[in-house]
């Protein structure tokens, strides 16, 4: 059984940082392609970034483009989301995910396994 847990989260000002990670408790991580996700309240959840199995391939949400990068350290099972120039509508919570093979999607319906989240709050 493969888990999933994010760290990172937290309140922020708009402009500010912050890193979020996730760590996979998973045999052969290095062989899925891994995403992150967002929900805030009242809204369905929705794609943020996603990063293939050797971290050449990435993509992003237009929304976050050019402020989030999302990345991994395959010797360590581990992801990171580095949120710069956050903004109020950045706000969520944040969950990461292990995709059903290598390929990167952006389909939340196409990720097998899901961590809890971690609580984003970015306030104006």
């Known amino acids: 059984q493969v888990q999933l847990a994010e760290s990172g989260g937290g309140l922020a000002q708009a402009g500010a940082s912050l890193r979020l990670s996730c760590e996979s408790s998973?045999?052969?991580?290095?062989?899925?392609?891994m995403g992150w996700f967002r929900q805030a309240p009242g809204k369905e959840r929705e794609f943020v970034a996603t990063?293939?199995?050797?971290?050449?391939?990435?993509f992003y949400a237009d929304s976050v483009k050019g402020r989030f990068t999302i990345s991994r350290d395959n010797a360590k099972n581990t992801m990171s989301l580095q949120m710069n120039s956050l903004e109020p509508e950045d706000t969520g919570v944040y969950y990461c995910?292990?995709?059903?093979?290598?390929?990167?999607?952006?389909?939340?319906?196409?990720?097998?396994?899901w961590g809890q989240g971690t609580q984003v709050t970015v306030s104006s």
């Open positions: 995910a292990r995709g059903r093979d290598y390929t990167p999607r952006r389909w939340a319906y196409e990720y097998e396994y």
């Open positions: 990063i293939s199995t050797t971290g050449l391939s990435t």
């Open positions: 998973g045999r052969d991580f290095s062989n899925y392609a």
